[in-house]
């Protein structure tokens, strides 16, 4: 018999309990073990029958047990003292609160998912699990941001295996009511709401869901509320699910729909308005248009002022290394849902249309671009590794023509991860009695670590994940289809004193899940060798319209279904943070094999790291950076070779040189007492070197300094009676419209003659052209510096020339000096851009003006 409606009964607790449930609905317990241990005490049995979820634990456990626990004093004291403890870490001052007025008040992070924990599933992989570090983090330095995000009611789907290997997804419901959510309600107790506006007159409601992440509130638009028809009622149903325009409407309401939750949760709390914007990729991007809509409508402001103040206080993050990850809608279906009757007054849909316009060379004019829209809209962008601001500066350098791609104005902020959350218990509290009992989470102290405790631990960690996989393994084939008479091996698959690698991660191509298998008799003899055997434990999930991902896990599968192997190799279905906590704390070492440089940053390193795992991995994200050849291993990456199957199993050789060379007998060398001290030494370097690096507190640190202060002093500067956004505005305007008369006209150079020596000073009058402009409209510039065979500066030094002279009709001279600083061939030439002290970058405009001819020294060496 089925149920036609479901929901969940949440318990009420007796007075002396009540504390018990403020606990519950902060997250915060999801990375403080002292609250755990408190849910656990609740009721051992019931904690562990619901998968350590306390809202569970509190509607499962017998009445009798909670009345019993009223009157136990010594669970009393206890409950008091978590209580109290989270009452002063949400109020007392923290690092945030120690830099003065120069920070913003309240900042606004949107990302489409937020992994939080696992008994919130609102995530599909690393952009959640990030957005969800960095709300984290942020609750533990007292930043004042709020996130913003969108509730599915189907979550991300839960993955199975078919009997033949291939990918299966269910989509259980997801009842908030069972979840540490509250609803945001009006004075009035009505369910606070907000309203997107669709083609043909419909709308599109949402009710906010508020999950409490320590400090940190969480809102959540909801789209399943009766004023919605069925289709707009499906809006928030799955996270990545749907067509093209479901896609669109998710993005309208998360942009769209965020804004205006902000505002409406700001009345209701009485918080502060945010100053910034954070946009965590481009699936939010139409936050920017609500803003400018706001300013248009509600303050008077033109579109191009407005747009001045929005782009001030926004930060953009990209987090895609490939154009096919990037959401690109078409131009008629954009017009269609932001244009006609659906058109916001003062925002004309052709303004709309140019943000999102892929209108450089190479892009298709047919389509609107959410990244590219969210680099226009922002001033300050940036990607998550120093390598993937590189690629990502090469990738949107169409949107800045005439410059060098290392002067695209993309910046980086390397990821980072939470420790409490992804530091095992066991490994955090050696950390802490190392340390005096400080746990400083930074591991300062990992020269210290006792050697044999350090090893003992991971062999505990270890042996948790072999447990832990050899349930997950016989659930999985119990599901396919194999009956119990046929798994008694499973008991003895894997081994807890096994060089242990894990490779966890989702499954598109150029992550590469099988390059393992390039060379299967080779790969056997490392799972089987009798003497110095491996065990690789893999899991991920495929985009439910990625069939071949599928494939590729398919083919996974099917070699660790091998009766001769399936002991030393598994794949582990549905991945997800319960899975991730054993696997990343108990593998000895970290697979990560992606085609570089297509990973952006690659997280899932970063948190083995910090419990002792080592890195194996393609010079790529993160480990590009931090690599150091002694925390790890680099594979050797094949980046010129053409020929992509050529180039997989040269990387797949390397792979396997490196196992059985340099990982099996470092981890299997042990000395007199049994300790492989190689390793362990290996261990201590790791968490030394990369402890504090990997940190999510050290990403916040560099958000915050490099792109959150600087935003809101911008965004402060213009929005003072918003003369400032006008003037900015009508600057570019002028800018923009002079700009085809600037030119360089002239160039000369003296001081150096045929016999340039180190130390001389070079003299420069440039005589440039500039129309409408006035010299303090620009920055004239000399670039110089060491020049290749083909006369192209390398790294040139640049030095702003001052203007000395002005003639008729808009000709100008300007003039300055360059101190000859170094040997070697030598060359300079001359540019003119824009200058405002409201630029975040020279390259903003996009605008610069260079010579028909650019002149140069070379005259040979300088000595």
Request: proline share 6%; hydrophobic share 40%.
């Given at each position: 018999?089925?149920?036609i409606?479901?929901?969940t ?31 656990e ?14 809202v ?26 978590a ?23 309240q ?5 489409p ?8 599933p ?30 599915y ?61 320590g400090?940190?509130?969480?809102l ?11 289709l ?5 149903d ?8 479901h896609?669109?409407l ?9 804004v ?59 987090h ?27 925002v004309?849909?052709?303004r ?156 598109p ?98 948190k ?9 991995s ?17 594979i ?26 340099q ?23 790791t ?6 690096k990997v ?59 045929d ?8 003299s ?44 008729e009709a ?28 409201q ?10 003006s ?14």
């Amino acid at each position: 018999m089925r149920a036609i409606r479901r929901f969940t009964v949440r318990p009420v607790l007796p007075e002396p309990l009540s504390p018990l449930g403020d606990l519950v609905m902060n997250l915060r317990w999801s990375w403080d073990p002292a609250t755990q241990d408190l849910f656990e005490a609740v009721d051992p049995e019931t904690w562990e029958r619901v998968g350590h979820d306390p809202v569970r634990l509190l509607g499962e456990v017998p009445s009798e047990r909670l009345a019993a626990l009223t009157s136990d004093p010594a669970f009393g004291d206890r409950l008091r003292e978590a209580a109290d403890d989270l009452g002063q870490y949400l109020t007392g001052d923290r690092w945030y609160q120690g830099l003065g007025a120069d920070v913003p008040k309240q900042i606004a992070y949107f990302s489409p998912e937020f992994g939080i924990s696992a008994v919130l599933p609102q995530y599909s992989g690393g952009l959640g699990i990030l957005a969800g570090d960095h709300l984290k983090a942020a609750s533990d330095l007292g930043v004042p941001l709020v996130g913003v995000g969108l509730m599915y009611r189907h979550g991300y789907f839960v993955q199975s295996l078919s009997a033949e290997g291939w990918q299966q997804e269910r989509y259980p419901l997801v009842d908030p009511d069972g979840l540490p959510l509250q609803l945001l309600r009006e004075s009035s107790g009505k369910a606070a709401r907000v309203t997107v506006g669709l083609p043909d007159g419909r709308t599109l409601n949402a009710q906010i869901w508020v999950a409490q992440v320590g400090r940190i509130p969480l809102l959540l638009l909801d789209s399943g509320v009766e004023e919605n028809a069925p289709l707009e009622r499906d809006v928030t149903d799955r996270l990545y699910g749907g067509g093209t325009e479901h896609r669109l409407l998710q993005e309208m309401l998360l942009g769209i729909g965020g804004v205006r939750a902000l505002r409406v949760y700001a009345r209701i709390q009485g918080t502060p308005a945010p100053e910034v914007f954070h946009t965590n990729e481009g699936h939010a991007g139409f936050l920017g248009l609500e803003r400018i809509r706001e300013y248009v409508e509600d303050r008077g402001l033109d579109f191009s002022s407005a747009l001045e103040i929005t782009r001030a206080g926004t930060v953009f993050t990209t987090h895609t290394p490939v154009p096919a990850g990037i959401d690109r809608f078409g131009r008629d279906l954009i017009e269609q849902h932001l244009g006609g009757d659906n058109a916001a007054e003062g925002v004309p849909i052709d303004r709309v249309l140019a943000l999102g316009a892929e209108d450089y060379e190479g892009g298709d004019p047919g389509v609107f671009n959410m990244a590219v829209m969210g680099l226009r809209l922002a001033q300050r962008a940036n990607g998550v590794s120093k390598l993937h601001g590189e690629v990502s500066r090469g990738m949107f350098s169409g949107l800045w023509p005439g410059f060098d791609v290392t002067e695209v104005p993309i910046a980086s902020v390397t990821n980072g991860v939470h420790a409490p959350t992804w530091v095992a218990r066991e490994m955090g509290e050696l950390e802490a009695r190392t340390n005096g009992n400080d746990v400083s989470g930074d591991w300062d102290v990992a020269d210290q670590l006792p050697e044999n405790e350090l090893w003992h631990i991971k062999g505990l960690l270890r042996a948790q994940l072999v447990a832990v996989a050899r349930r997950r393994l016989r659930e999985s084939w119990l599901a396919r289809g194999a009956s119990e008479a046929e798994l008694g091996w499973i008991d003895s698959a894997l081994d807890p004193n096994v060089l242990t690698i894990g490779f966890a991660r989702r499954v598109p191509s150029y992550k590469r899940l099988t390059l393992m298998l390039g060379d299967i008799p080779r790969l056997k003899a490392l799972l089987l060798s009798s003497e110095r055997p491996i065990q690789i434990l893999i899991a991920g999930k495929s985009h439910p319209a990625d069939d071949g991902g599928k494939k590729l896990i398919q083919e996974i599968v099917r070699f660790c279904d091998d009766p001769e192997v399936r002991h030393r190799i598994v794949f582990l279905p549905d991945y997800d943070m319960g899975l991730a906590h054993p696997l990343v704390a108990g593998c000895d070492v970290w697979l990560n094999n992606p085609l570089r440089p297509y990973e952006a940053c690659g997280t899932s390193g970063m948190k083995a790291a910090l419990n002792g795992g080592l890195n194996l991995s393609i010079r790529d994200g993160w480990w590009d950076e931090w690599f150091d050849g002694e925390n790890g291993w680099a594979i050797p990456s094949a980046d010129g070779v053409q020929d992509a199957d050529r180039r997989d199993v040269l990387e797949a050789n390397a792979l396997y040189d490196l196992i059985e060379g340099q990982v099996v007998p470092r981890f299997y060398d042990r000395d007199a007492d049994g300790l492989p001290r190689r390793w362990v030494e290996m261990m201590r370097h790791t968490l030394g070197s990369l402890g504090p690096k990997v940190l999510a507190s050290r990403m916040l640190h560099d958000y915050v300094r490099k792109l959150y202060a600087p935003s809101a002093l911008a965004s402060r500067a213009l929005n003072d009676s918003y003369d400032g956004a006008r003037a900015l505005a009508g600057w570019k305007a002028r800018v923009r419209e002079a700009w085809p008369s600037v030119r360089v006209d002239h160039v000369e150079s003296s001081g150096v003659d045929d016999h340039a020596e180190l130390g001389m000073t070079v003299s420069f009058r440039a005589f440039v052209s500039l129309g409408a402009l006035t010299p303090a409209d620009v920055d004239v510039q000399v670039l110089h510096g060491r020049v290749d065979e083909a006369d192209t500066l390398r790294d040139p030094a640049v030095v702003s020339l001052e203007p000395a002279e002005t003639y008729e009709a808009g000709r100008c001279r300007f003039e300055g000096d360059v101190k000859l600083d170094r040997t070697g061939p030598f060359g300079y030439t001359i540019r003119i851009l824009p200058k405002n002290a409201q630029l975040a970058s020279s390259a903003e405009l996009g605008l610069v003006s260079w010579p028909a001819e650019t002149p140069g020294i070379t005259n040979g060496d300088l000595r």
